[in-house]
């Protein structure tokens, strides 16, 4: 059991580009702030359970050194093969 206040955050947007159109959301992102006693909280349970956590092959988000560029590639790779295999005999 974690406290209520650990899941509470307050967002805030910000300004990309002070030069450009301030009128215009693209021009904003939003963050947001947690308290830093969960931030810390967070981190200390994740270290001591990182290696308890299961992970797939095929999963490509919140893993170390893997970004959307390995999916792509990946879905690539698949649809060649697939493409290979339709085109046999």
Known sequence: MVPDGFGYGVIVSLVKDKSADLNSVDNYRSITLIPVVSKVFESVMLASCEDLLLNNELQFGFKK??????????LVILLIMAVVCIQLP
């Open 65 to 74: 050194c893997v970004s959307c560029v390995d999916a792509i590639f990946e």
